[in-house]
Every structure is written in C-alpha cells, then in structure tokens.
C-alpha cells in the first residue's frame, strides 16, 4: 500500500500549490488595487512633477504585465507561469526579476532555519528525555522553568532583547545584517567568520525558544513511554538503565516528535520571518518586509509562493521518511 | 483553595493578567489616554516624572500609549480568539460527532491549511487590502486562519469521547445529535475548551503583532505591535532610546507569560492525568 499512500501524499502536495497560486492571484484581483499605476504616480510624486503621458505609460506597463486581458486568460497564463515558477518582474527593482530576488536571499534563510531547527530540535529532544528520566542529575530540574518561560516568548521579542544586551551594551556582536558592509562575498576564512558572527544573534533568539518547545513536547512524551509496560519488562529482565533510556525509551518517544516536526514548520518559519527583519538579516523575510513596504504585489507573491512550496515539499518529506522510522505505521488503510 | 495551591501555573497565569488588568484600568484614571496620539508631548524624552514611560519620536506619551494600546491589543486577541474557537468548535464537534463526509472535508481542510505557514497567509491577505485597517478588521483578518488548530485538537477529543457510554446511552434514549453535542459532550469539555480558547488568543495575539511589526497593521492605532513597529522604523535600538522599547516589550512578555501559564494551569484541570507529574 505504500505506492497508494505516496500518491495521495503528492496529490495533498500538489493541491497546496495550487491552492496557494490561487490564493495569490485572486486576493490581490479581488483588493481592486492597480499596482502598475500607484507605483508610477509614486514615482511621480518622487520627481515632484506629474508626467503628462501617466496614462499612456500606465495602459503600456498593463500591457507588458499582461494585466489588460480577460481574467482567467491572466489566471491560466499565471499557473502556467508560476508551475515554471516565473513571477514576472520586481515592481519596485524593476528590470530585476521577483525571481532574482528570492534566489539571493533563500540561502540565507535555508542557512539560519536549517541550522536553528536542527539544533533546536536536537538539543530540546535530549534534554527533553532527560528531564523525564529519573537517573538524570539533579540539577537538571533547574532549566525547567526557564525553558517554560522561555518556550512563551516569540522569537523576535527575545532577539530585541538579545541585540540590546550584546551587540548595543557590551558590542561583542554585529547589530545588523548578514556580513559587514563593505565586505566582498568570497570563499575566504575572514569572510565566513564575519557571517558566522552575524548569524550567532539572529540563531540564538530561534534556538533559544524553540528549544524549550522540543524539551516540554518530549519530556510529555517520555513520561508516557515510561509507564509503559515494555520498559518495566525491560527493568525486570535487568537491563542496564542507558539501553533502556536509549532503546526502549527514546527510541520510542522521538517518533511523535517528528511528526511535531513538520506541523512546527510552518510557525517556527513565520516567527524566522519577523527575526529576519528586526536584525536586518539579508534573508527571505527582510525581502519580504521591504516588498510590504514598497507595495510590491510580484515580490510578495512570489515569496509567499516559494516558501509555501517550500514547506510543502519539507514536510513532504518528513512525511515520506516517517514510516522509516517507525515501523509500526505501515499507512495501510484501517 | 487547597487546589489552587498544587496548580501553580493556574496562581502565576491569572496573577499576571490580574496584574496588567490592573496597570490598564489605574492608567485609564491617572493618565488622558489622547496623549498615545503623536505631536501630544516633546519628542524622544527619557523617563521623567511627566513622563513615566518617556516619550516616542513623533511626541507621544508612552504611558498613555501603553494604556490606551494594550486594550487594544487584547481585543484583537480576544475578538479573533474568540471567533476562531467558535468557528472552529462548531467544525470540531459536528465533524467528529456525524464523522461521514464533512468530517473527511473538514480534515482534508484543516490538515492542509496547518502545514501552511499561517503569517504569510495572513500578510498575502493583509496586503491585498485596502491600507488603513481599523482594529477590528485587524481581529477579523488574524481570525480567517485562527479556526484551523481548535478544529483540529477539539475534533480528536470528541472523536475519542462520543464511544462513550453515556453517549451511548443518550443516542439510544432518543436524543438527537445536537442536543447530545450541546447536552453531553459540551459541558464535558469545558476546561478544554477554556484552555484551548487561552492558547487560540495568545497565538492570535502573537500573529496580530507580526503583522504589525511588518508594517501591516492598523496604522493609527497606538497597539503593542505598532509601537514595535515604530521602535523598528526609527531604530530607537542604535539610538539608544531604551525607554521606547523597554515597556512594549515588558507588557508583551507578561501577556504571553500570562496567557502561557493559564493554559498549562486549565489543561492540568482538563487533563487529570498531567497532575502528578512535576
């Protein structure tokens, strides 16, 4: 059955594409905004003097943006467009292409999201198990509370905080961006030092929160593999307590963790996004605030769009190597 | 009262809120809350005794915007909180209890709509509007996605309730499904729903201030959010007015906590088996 089930799982993944497409040109359709002509009476504005060909220019931009043809004529070729995930130009950059745009700046976001989640979720789960397990030291009670209280704050609240005390106060850390202005992106160990230092703030906020997140999920669920009767079967065969700890009781807790995992996604990336702006970091996020700012629909389209299928295809496949790890979900129908 | 005393978290959460509850209604009476408007106070003061808070760039009294701003806030918490509990209580329920169809469109909806990254949903929304929202469009846009995770958790609670007996029972003595959801499984979720209604305000708190950090927000209305906004938007950080930051930011930390520690406390009541731990 496993073939029925891969199937259906891409049919799920293919229709959030496609819904998410939809989404996106219908709600900016619906608002009754004119981009193309609130950008040029911007710019006009910004000269100080009002062009006499506006309207000229305004029904020649239409044009090329394709936006004077009937409306499912714009829905198809949009589709068609976005499944090449072409997003047309940047209003507000305009000979650069949305596409251009988003591909500078998604490494960043990989680097700090991937990096954060994987050691938030690494840490949060061990520490999560030995919060639970009564062999662990006593004063490992102690990080509870804080993790607690912690677990509560978004991402970015923590990150003001974090930027006052260490980059503002003591300036151990840079405040802003991904490297120092006026250093040259290269391969060089100065440089790779530089975005390390940069990143250490930004990931600290994410890592601190989400950590605690994983710890309370998995100490819940460590407390009830512990009850179970296989781990007392283990204890009366006279297991050592790390094999049982490890095998018997980890090995089982972790498996809800990971489906936690990839419902998690999407909120640790929508509190990633807010980070990204308060430190200036040159990621999705920033991209996406200034293209808020500058009223640019393309830009935000495509963004909102690539990280939809972007998540779409993680949690695609986490979902696909789930059974791998626990064999007792076999997806066969019940 | 002896049981307030084992559940802690229920004591910390409600002395938090009580404690800002307190710091909005004593600020009503000791401060005009029309000074939360710009150009009311000299620009960027420090702490003082005029001005406990200190006041912003464009010359508003931050005393009076963290009074008149954090009602403001909790309203939009509460309104799309609110709705999305109802909203998605009534999903919940009549999907888990008549299960069939709707219960197969109500997952397929639920579990899609959760794995999309909620605040860009909500930015494509926010952005295709018109600028300029009020505070309560604000609580409507945050509530059009706040519906998907009660749905999801109250639907599996009442899957797992109406094999009971005493549903049996009741089907059996003629009732029919509304009133068995109404009549039985309503009051035994209670608690449940209490805390589940808690966690839906605090997250739709969280996404109302992501918004408005983005700029997204309503405007002209001195919210928590939008005061980070404009923290952010004149760098108040690098030009170390401390005092602009330091109170949005206090009050947040004790909604959230507050808010946090509510639930841990009403989901140890609607979950006994959490008690002994800890």
């Keep these: 059955m496993r073939a029925d089930y891969l199937l259906k799982r891409l049919g799920v993944f293919v229709l959030i594409v496609w819904l998410a497409a939809t989404l996106n040109f219908f709600l900016t359709r619906l608002s009754g905004q004119d981009p193309v002509r609130a950008t040029l009476l911007q710019q006009a504005q910004l000269g100080g003097y009002v062009q006499s060909g506006l309207e000229a220019m305004v029904k020649e931009y239409e044009r090329r943006f394709g936006l004077d043809r009937p409306l499912w004529v714009q829905y198809v070729t949009y589709l068609s467009d976005v499944s090449r995930f072409n997003f047309n130009y940047s209003i507000s950059n305009y000979p650069r292409t949305v596409n251009e745009i988003i591909a500078e700046a998604i490494p960043w976001t990989i680097g700090l999201l991937g990096t954060t989640t994987v050691l938030s979720f690494t840490i949060g789960t061990l520490l999560g198990a030995l919060l639970a397990w009564p062999g662990a030291p006593r004063w490992m009670r102690v990080l509870m509370p804080p993790l607690w209280a912690l677990h509560a704050i978004p991402f970015f609240l923590l990150g003001l905080i974090l930027m006052y005390v260490f980059a503002f106060r003591i300036q151990l850390l840079p405040m802003f961006g991904g490297y120092s202005p006026g250093a040259f992106p290269a391969l060089t160990l100065t440089f790779v030092g530089d975005v390390i230092a940069h990143a250490i703030l930004p990931a600290l906020s994410i890592v601190l929160v989400a950590t605690g997140g994983w710890a309370l999920g998995m100490r819940g669920m460590m407390v009830t593999t512990q009850g179970e009767d296989y781990v007392l079967f283990a204890e009366a065969k006279g297991l050592r307590r790390s094999t049982i700890f490890l095998w018997y009781c980890v090995r089982n807790a972790i498996l809800p963790q990971t489906t936690a995992l990839a419902l998690a996604l999407g909120n640790i990336l929508s509190g990633a996004v807010l980070v990204e702006v308060i430190f200036g970091y040159p990621g999705v996020g920033t991209i996406l605030f200034h293209a808020i700012r500058e009223n640019d629909h393309f830009l935000v389209q495509g963004i909102v769009f690539t990280i939809i299928v972007a998540l779409g295809v993680t949690t695609l496949i986490l979902d696909v190597v789930y059974p791998l790890l626990d064999p007792r979900i076999s997806y066969r129908r019940t | ?278």
């Design chain 2, 1 to 278: 009262m002896g049981y307030l005393r084992r559940n802690l978290s229920l004591v910390v959460g409600i002395a938090l809120l009580s404690a800002l509850g307190l710091f909005v209604i004593i600020g009503h009476l000791v401060v005009d809350t029309s000074k939360s408007r710009p150009l009311s106070a000299p620009a960027v003061q420090a702490p003082s005794l005029a001005h406990p808070f200190g006041t912003d760039r464009q010359g508003r009294d931050l005393f009076a915007t963290m009074v008149a701003g954090t009602p403001l806030t909790l309203r939009i918490g509460f309104i799309a909180g609110m709705l999305g509990v109802g909203i998605g209580a009534i999903l919940g329920f009549a999907s888990a209890y008549y299960r069939g169809r709707l219960d197969a469109v109500v997952r397929g909806v639920v579990d899609i709509g959760l794995t999309v990254p909620g605040l860009l949903v909500l930015i494509l929304i926010a952005v295709s509007l018109r600028r300029g929202l009020t505070v309560n469009q604000m609580a409507i846009i945050v509530a059009s996605l706040a519906w998907l995770n009660p749905a999801r958790t109250i639907r599996a609670q009442v899957l797992s309730l109406r094999e009971r007996g005493y549903v049996e029972v009741a089907r059996l003595s003629g009732m029919s499904g509304s009133e068995i959801i109404v009549k039985e499984l309503m009051p035994n979720l209670l608690p449940y729903l209490a805390a589940t209604l808690v966690n839906s305000v605090s997250s739709a708190i969280l996404a109302s201030i992501g918004l408005e950090v983005l700029g997204l927000g309503p405007i002209d209305s001195p919210t928590l959010g939008m005061t980070l906004y404009w923290v952010n938007f004149n760098a108040a950080l690098i030009n170390g007015w401390w005092w602009w930051w330091t109170a949005p930011i206090t009050i947040i930390l004790v909604v959230f906590l507050g808010l946090f520690f509510l639930t841990v406390g009403l989901d140890e009541i609607a979950n006994p088996r959490l008690r002994r731990v800890i």
